[in-house]
């Protein structure tokens, strides 16, 4: 299921993008899940990172494209965004917020096609995996292969990231379920480590990604043979 947001002011072109991707679903035999919006502020004030393409607009009444668009790239740096213009100027402006590309109006389905078959080929070329943590005031987008380890800490989660440590409410439990699948491995009651920043083993410990993690005793066996495996795994 591919998630779109459509940020369009004009009625007529709302219709006409559906029409498009609804063609498109049928031709392709993708799954499209879409949402409209009809302002840049409507998706950019309280933006939430749930979307893998942003069709918008960029001329609107009340927030333009270029100014949403630096709004979402505050939450989300990974999101597609194709911009919708009836100039090309706005093409070299879209660089300045990672635009994946830009399309213009008078529509034609071949170009809008186009469009979106690079979309998809990108998100095809992400072997990363997303997660999304409630934090007060919003909602973070974390990049799974950029994440350390989990911790917890009283009833916090605690991520560490290569952007920082991002904390919220839950329990590891929580964690190590919306992990499931990925390279993560409890090796004591407290961390929760992503194989993948393993630097290194020192008696009781993990060195991931130059930070010290305990690894109990009754783990370690099984820690070890978790390692193994994910080394062995990318090694093929």
Not at 15 to 36: H, K, M, P
Not at 121 to 137: D, I, S, T
Not at 147 to 175: K, N, P, Q, S
Not at 179 to 198: A, D, I, M, P, Q
Request: hydrophobic fraction near 40%; charge should be negative; include cysteine.
């Amino acid at each position: 299921m591919i998630r779109i947001a459509l940020v369009e002011d004009e009625e007529s072109y709302v219709a006409t993008l559906q029409s498009f991707l609804a063609r498109y679903e049928r031709e392709r035999g993708e799954r499209l899940q879409i949402t409209v919006f009809s302002d840049g502020d409507e998706i950019a004030l309280g933006y939430k990172s749930e979307y893998d393409v942003i069709l918008m607009d960029i001329e609107m009444r009340f927030m333009d494209g270029m100014t949403a668009a630096e709004e979402i790239r505050k939450v989300d740096p990974e999101v597609i965004i194709i911009f919708i213009t009836n100039s090309p100027q706005y093409a070299i402006k879209g660089y300045a917020v990672d635009a994946l590309d830009y399309v213009l109006k008078p529509l034609t389905y071949f170009a809008f096609s186009q469009r979106i078959d690079r979309a998809l080929e990108r998100l095809g070329n992400r072997a990363q995996k997303y997660l999304m943590v409630n934090m007060r005031g919003g909602t973070r987008k974390l990049d799974v292969s950029r994440l350390w380890f989990v911790e917890v800490r009283d009833h916090d989660l605690i991520y560490h990231t290569d952007e920082g440590c991002i904390t919220t409410t839950g329990t590891m439990r929580e964690a190590e379920k919306a992990l499931e699948g990925c390279s993560f491995f409890r090796c004591n009651k407290g961390y929760l480590v992503n194989l993948e920043h393993v630097d290194a083993i020192r008696e009781d410990n993990a060195i991931v990604h130059g930070e010290t993690v305990q690894v109990s005793r009754a783990k370690k066996k099984a820690f070890l043979d978790a390692l193994n495996n994910y080394l062995g795994e990318v090694s093929k």
